[in-house]
């Protein structure tokens, strides 16, 4: 069974960083593209930033370039997003899903909360 | 960016056959998507490649179009198909729709 466990979400102060985890399972972790994918309170979905299977291209929408990164850890089948300069506007569930193109996969979610 | 465009919200009745839209701001081919979110749950995806059903998803879903103009159809509407549904493209980088809230009468 294919599992995408997220972790690391929290409160955080406006300017600080936080770092999520996404512990995948039951599939070839290296095979697969991943991404992040948030969803403030009460809204839509929206992509936040896309790897591919050996992490050599990283990909990010424009509100969080030179702020996010995403990276892997296909050894510990491991996604990450490093979460810098946080702004309010951040708050939101963030998703893991697994895919480069269509996202089959998702994980239940981390609560991220940016405030002071 | 590519905009996607979608109706925020429908009713309709158990049984009945819906069709929720999504426009896109400019050619996606055929690379559109399809996700049924529940409340408190991750989104599910139904539909992949603008008209691939997804492995375990009930045949009365079913999904149509290309280019800018895409469709999801459910066909009997069943209580528990009661939801958010998202299109999503990935033919430029990855950009969702705001999402269609369908409700049952």
């Known amino acids: 069974e294919v599992q995408l466990v997220e972790s690391g979400g929290g409160l955080v102060q406006p300017g600080r960083s936080l770092k999520l985890s996404c512990a995948a399972s039951g599939f070839t972790f290296s095979n697969y593209g991943m991404a992040w994918v948030c969803q403030a309170p009460t809204k839509g979905l929206e992509w936040v930033a896309s790897i591919s299977t050996g992490g050599g291209n990283t990909y990010y929408r424009d509100s969080v370039k030179g702020r996010f990164t995403i990276s892997r850890d296909n050894a510990k089948n491991t996604l990450y997003l490093q979460m810098d300069s946080l702004r309010s506007e951040d708050t939101a569930t963030y998703y893991c899903a697994r895919g480069g193109d269509v996202m089959d996969a998702w994980g239940q979610g981390a609560s991220v909360t940016v405030s002071s | 960016d590519t905009v996607l465009t979608q109706s925020p919200a429908l009713a309709v009745s158990p049984g009945e056959r819906v069709t929720i839209s999504c426009r896109a701001s400019?050619?996606?081919?055929?690379?559109m998507h399809w996700y049924q979110q529940k409340p408190g749950q991750q989104p599910k995806l139904l539909i992949y490649?603008?008209?691939n059903l997804e492995s375990g998803v009930p045949a009365r879903f079913s999904g149509s179009g290309s280019g800018t103009d895409f469709t999801l159809t459910i066909d009997p509407v069943e209580a528990n198909d009661t939801a958010t549904y998202f299109c999503?493209?990935?033919?430029?980088?990855?950009?969702f729709g705001g999402g269609t809230k369908l409700e049952l009468k």
């Open positions: 400019e050619s996606v081919s055929t690379r």
């Open positions: 490649g603008a008209s």
């Open positions: 999503q493209q990935s033919w430029n980088d990855w950009t």
